[in-house]
C-alpha cells in the first residue's frame, strides 16, 4: 500500500525550531519529487516547500524562506522539515504530498499538528 | 487571502447537480492545469481531478471538471451525503514557482 506518514509535531514556543519527518512506503521514494503542505486551523491549504528527487532543486513559499530547510534521505524512504524561528501564524497541520505532474498531489499522509504558542 | 478564488459554500438536495467555480490569473490557471481536492472532515485531502478533467483511479465519473481561459470549475451530479465536504482548485503558479490553492468551498447536502 502506497503510504506517507508524518511525525514530530507538537507545540513549541515563538522563536523554536522543530523537525518534522515523512516516512514513505509501498512506492520508489527515490523517484519522486516530494511536498509539504500546510493547513491552519480552519483555513485553506498552502504550499510550503518542495524538493525533486534527486534533491538538487528545492524551493520554498515566500512565507517560510530563510526559516525552514526541506532535506530527503532517499536510503531511509524519509523526507523533514526543519523549522527555525517559528512563527504563531505557522500554526498547523503539515502534510507531506507525492506529486502526481506538475501541481498536484496524489498521495498525502494524515497530517502531523504544529502549534507554536507561548 | 488565496491566490485562486473559490465561492466559500456551495449546497444542493440529494441527486442535483451542484457546480462550484475557482477564479484565478494568467499566471496559474490561464497557463496550467486545475486540479480538485476532496476533503472531508478530519482527513487530508484527496485528488479528485487533475489536469482540469481527468479522475484518478476509484473518482465516481459523477465528478468533473472543466476550465475555460483564467477559470475553471468542478460539477457534482446525482449529489449524495457522502459528498458533504470541503473543495479545493489548485494550480500551479508561474509567477510564484510553487502551486497556488483556493480558499476552498463548503459543500452542503441537505
Known amino acids: 500500500e502506497v503510504q506517507l506518514v508524518e511525525s514530530g509535531g507538537g507545540l513549541v514556543k515563538p522563536g523554536g525550531s522543530l523537525r518534522l519527518s515523512c516516512a514513505a512506503s509501498?512506492?520508489?521514494?527515490?523517484?519522486?519529487?516530494m511536498n509539504w503542505v500546510r493547513q491552519a486551523p480552519g483555513r485553506g491549504l498552502e504550499w510550503v516547500s518542495s524538493i525533486s528527487s534527486s534533491s538538487s532543486y528545492i524551493y520554498y513559499a515566500d512565507s517560510v524562506k530563510g526559516r525552514f530547510t526541506i532535506s530527503r534521505d532517499n536510503a531511509k524512504n524519509s523526507l523533514y522539515l526543519q523549522m527555525n524561528s517559528l512563527r504563531a501564524e505557522d500554526t498547523a497541520v503539515y502534510y507531506c504530498?507525492?506529486?502526481?505532474?506538475?501541481?498536484?498531489?496524489?498521495?498525502w499522509g494524515q497530517g502531523t499538528m504544529v502549534t507554536v504558542s507561548s | 487571502q488565496s491566490v485562486l478564488t473559490q465561492p466559500p459554500s456551495a449546497s444542493g438536495t440529494p441527486g442535483q447537480r451542484v457546480t462550484i467555480s475557482c477564479s484565478g490569473s494568467?499566471?496559474?490557471?490561464?497557463?496550467?492545469?486545475v486540479n480538485w481536492y476532496q476533503q472531508l472532515a478530519g482527513t487530508a485531502p484527496k485528488l479528485l481531478i487533475y489536469s482540469n478533467n481527468q479522475r484518478p483511479s476509484g473518482v465516481p465519473d459523477r465528478f468533473s471538471g472543466s476550465k475555460s481561459g483564467t477559470s475553471a470549475s468542478l460539477a457534482i451530479s446525482g449529489l449524495q451525503s457522502e459528498d458533504e465536504a470541503d473543495y479545493y482548485c489548485?494550480?500551479?503558479?508561474?509567477?510564484?514557482?510553487?502551486?497556488?490553492f483556493g480558499g476552498g468551498t463548503k459543500l452542503t447536502v441537505l
Open positions: 489548485a494550480a500551479w503558479d508561474d509567477s510564484l514557482n510553487g502551486p497556488v
Open positions: 509501498g512506492f520508489t521514494f527515490s523517484t519522486y519529487g
Open positions: 494568467s499566471s496559474n490557471i490561464g497557463s496550467n492545469t
Open positions: 504530498a507525492r506529486p502526481r505532474g506538475v501541481g498536484s498531489f496524489d498521495i
